[in-house]
């Protein structure tokens, strides 16, 4: 029975029954030492439940990649054939029963959450010590928690204050019982003096007040290290040979007794069972709170631990458990070893083939502590930075290259750590670093990238030296998109380069957004499907966020307003998964656009706050660009054009004036500006207008210069241009509008009315409710009565994510093909199908395909 947690009981059992009802959950149970976290855990395990499973962080495990999983999803790793094949390959190579498989760590953690949505009936997923998982563990729990919603899974995580935070998961705060719970728990019959003491010594801690009052001296210091010093009283007082067997089993704290009992004998470890210390069942050797194995272990001298571990070492002869035996000779190490070291790196290596880029960076790192040369230990911290870059762990990643730099002072070798940290800096936003980190070795072709954000001169410096490598067609083509006229992008790449297993997506990426710079929007998006279609099929989940960006911008550019809109919340969501803040930025700032393009004024502030909060301190989000145009566009849109001037003329001046919005949003300041009664403060930017269509030579820049000019000039032979080239039918419907308008103040009504009819149409179908409305109004001032809105189409009704789900059912894909393709479990497609099917009017999956979606 426990007192004091009846709330804490209540939610637990709550997000039990939800799991039962087919929803689901995740939340974290937070608290310190001793607090109850394991006691809750246990009750919630005592649940009705169909499945539980469980699974506890342990310090010495948590350099080894998927000892967490490993543990959890044990009992159903017969499901893994059922899911999808990238996912299938990730786990079973992660958990050495296929071979070893360098997984996007995204897709481990989608693999996670296909597994667990797999298992018939509710599933309780309990984990303790969460701060102890391994990094590979943690980030795949973390991502399926954040991903439950009808899969009828709840899963608690348990953890300490400070780790895994922020967790993006609702919390359960643990505090201290109250008085009168604290009175209940004490044990009976003690002095009312020492059960005051004693009180006011346990702060309300439920493990103080049931193990301090084993001893009668009064504590000092912080209350975890009080209980450490009172569980080590119990254990000296236990025999030598079961305090040696104590500290074994604290040393291998995998809780493998098999292990354990090649150091020692059962009948050793009976006396610390007796005075439950620990736990032996089912082959486990489980220490009954954390603050006890750190007693047993921390209270042996340097001596006896490094005894301990060398014994440890030598027990774990079988190639499965090379790792630990690596970890356990490193532990026993007093000095320098190379030998030992030697181990470790290939501890490392093995967790690197396997995606464990975290627990390989940890290997790498003690090895080269271990190293007795320079030159080996700078080798080994690079390798160590390498895989903290893979893991996410970039700060991580910026300290071990530079003490890896302080080491070797070899050219070649320096340029590959200002690589390595200068790709960390990139992807923490300080773009000025990362541009002098990566060009210092001469690797312009990345280089380029920070320079983009950071403007003149940085980038005219590395363009000057891409220009210089003449042998290599992507380095040219991106010289040619920014300063001269580029060749068709399918010269240089197309879908079947992008196809091509030969090729590396990765390698491919940058043409997407250089073809926008060169104006080939419609070459930008196939290579971007492409891409994206492979990212998909191969498991590429972490790639997936960029290449979404550019569809997005590319279905934008086109007037497919409805597909942006998709692209860009699951590349939202993926980056958020990933911690991409730079495509949480630049996502969240196309959404705002998106938002305010349909006239969700609130929507599209929300979304500009999210774009220029993903940033690091001290350095500019990178989609500031975007959510300047996207407030400017809300500004015009609701009739606000004074407002907007100010947002747009910025970004025609460095750092962003080479930028694509800089560019593409000239044709709305020009707008802006002609409203708002001051068009000569705009006049200027007309030439660079001007200048793009001549570069990119492409009939929509010419189409849009061409109205510019109309705006500015009152010439209607401009409109008629104009309005004869190919464009988005949003551009086209804009030009019809201005047209409409300007006939309308001519005082030609009729031909006003055909113009603003047009225009309409195309707005109510684009559900561009400002333009929509303005529209209306001018039909309205040419005497036509006002119409109604033209019916929102029943797509419109649906989320982002209902509508690509419902697109791919339409084509014939299983719940289970969806799944796969867009990295959700077949349990959420479903879920998503059913709250669809309503809004479209439509009671089976096979009516889909008749909907225009």
């Known amino acids: 029975m426990l007192i004091g947690r009846s709330q804490e009981q209540a939610r637990l059992r709550a997000l039990a029954e939800a799991a039962r009802d087919g929803a689901g959950g995740a939340l974290v149970l937070r608290g310190g030492p001793g607090i109850g976290k394991t006691a809750l855990l246990d009750w919630a395990a005592e649940l009705p439940a169909a499945t539980v499973l469980r699974a506890a962080g342990a310090e010495f495990e948590a350099d080894l990649p998927f000892a967490g999983l490993s543990q959890l999803l044990r009992p159903v790793l017969d499901r893994l054939d059922g899911l999808p094949a990238p996912q299938r390959d990730a786990l079973a190579g992660a958990f050495g029963l296929g071979p070893a498989h360098a997984a996007d760590r995204l897709l481990v953690g989608f693999g996670v959450l296909s597994l667990l949505s797999s298992v018939d009936g509710p599933l309780l997923c309990l984990v303790d010590d969460a701060q102890w998982l391994d990094s590979v563990s943690a980030d795949a729990l973390l991502f399926a928690a954040r991903r439950l919603g009808a899969e009828g899974v709840a899963l608690v995580l348990a953890a300490r204050p400070g780790a895994m935070e922020p967790s993006g998961l609702p919390e359960l705060p643990l505090e201290g019982l109250g008085p009168a719970d604290a009175e209940r728990l004490l044990e009976p019959g003690l002095d009312p003096a020492v059960r005051h003491r004693l009180l006011t010594e346990a702060e309300g801690n439920p493990l103080a007040l049931l193990e301090l009052p084993r001893t009668a001296a009064p504590h000092a210091g912080a209350l975890p290290e009080r209980l450490r010093e009172a569980f080590h009283g119990q254990i000296a007082a236990l025999p030598p040979a079961t305090r040696a067997a104590l500290l074994a089993a604290a040393a291998e704290d995998s809780g493998d007794l098999a292990a354990v009992l090649r150091t020692t004998t059962a009948a050793d470890l009976r006396p610390a069972e007796e005075a439950r210390l620990i736990e032996v069942a089912g082959g486990r050797v489980r220490f009954r709170h954390p603050l006890i194995r750190a007693a047993a272990y921390h209270g042996a001298s340097l001596a006896e631990r490094v005894a301990a571990h060398t014994a440890l070492a030598g027990a774990l002869t079988g190639p499965e458990s090379a790792d630990r035996r690596a970890w356990h000779r490193a532990a026993a190490a007093t000095g320098p070893d190379d030998e030992v070291a030697a181990a470790l790196e290939d501890s490392a290596d093995t967790a690197r083939a396997r995606g464990g880029y975290g627990a390989a960076a940890a290997a790498y790192e003690r090895a080269a502590e271990l190293s007795t040369t320079p030159a080996a230990q700078a080798r080994r911290l690079l390798l160590a930075a390498e895989n903290g870059l893979h893991a996410g762990a970039l700060g ?136 994206a279609g492979r990212c998909r099929a191969e498991g590429l989940a972490g790639l997936l966020p960029t290449l979404l960006f550019f569809q997005a911008e590319a279905e934008l550019f086109a007037g497919r307003h409805r597909d942006a809109a998709v692209s860009a919340a699951e590349g939202l969501a993926l980056a958020r998964d990933g911690g991409q803040p730079l495509w949480i930025s630049q996502l969240s700032a196309v959404r705002a656009l998106l938002a305010a393009l349909a006239g969700d004024e609130d929507p599209c502030r929300a979304a500009v706050a999210d774009a220029l909060a993903a940033a690091s301190p001290g350095c500019p989000p990178a989609g500031h660009t975007w959510a300047q145009w996207a407030l400017a566009l809300a500004d015009l849109a609701q009739g606000r054009p004074e407002a907007a001037v100010p947002r747009l003329l910025p970004l025609q001046s460095d750092p962003y004036a080479h930028h694509v919005v800089a560019y593409r949003s000239i044709p709305d300041l020009i707008e802006a500006a002609v409203r708002a009664g001051t068009p000569s403060t705009v006049e200027p930017y007309l030439p660079r207008l001007a200048a793009l269509a001549d570069r990119t030579a492409q009939p929509w820049a010419q189409a849009v210069l061409l109205r510019c000019r109309a705006l500015l000039s009152g010439d209607e032979h401009e409109y008629l241009l104009s309005l004869k080239l190919p464009v988005s039918a949003f551009e086209r419907a804009r030009t019809e509008l201005l047209y409409g308008e300007w006939l309308r103040r001519a005082r030609r009504k009729a031909d006003a009315r055909r113009v603003l009819q047009q225009a309409l149409e195309t707005f109510d179908r684009l559900a561009a409710r400002p333009w929509s409305a303005r529209a209306r109004s001018e039909l309205a001032a040419t005497g036509l009565p ?44 479903a879920y998503h199908l059913y709250k669809a099917y309503p809004k479209l009017g439509v009671t089976a999956r096979t009516d889909l395909a008749a909907l225009p979606l």
């Open 786 to 829: 006002s119409s109604p809105a033209s019916p929102e189409p029943a797509a419109a009704r649906l989320t982002p994510q209902e509508l690509q789900i419902a697109r791919l059912a339409a084509q014939g894909l299983s719940n289970r093909d969806i799944a796969g393709q867009l990295f959700l479990s077949p349990k959420t497609v």
């Open 396 to 531: 991580t990643a910026v300290a071990l290259a530079e003490r890896a730099g302080g080491l070797d002072t070899d050219p070649a070798f320096l340029a590959r750590v200002g690589f390595v940290e200068g790709q960390a800096w990139f992807w923490q936003g300080n773009f000025q670093a990362a541009y002098d980190l990566i060009s210092y070795g001469g690797a312009y072709r990345h280089a380029v990238h920070p320079a983009w954000y950071l403007g003149e001169p940085a980038l005219g410096e590395c363009l000057d030296r891409l220009a210089r490598l003449d042998a290599d067609p992507v380095a040219r083509y991106v010289v040619a998109a920014v300063r001269g006229r580029p060749r068709p992008l399918a010269e240089v790449a197309d879908r079947r380069t992008a196809l091509d297993p030969a090729v590396s997506p990765r390698d491919l990426v940058e043409l997407c957004g250089f073809a926008f710079v060169a104006g080939q929007d419609a070459e930008a998006h196939e290579l971007a499907a492409a891409l």
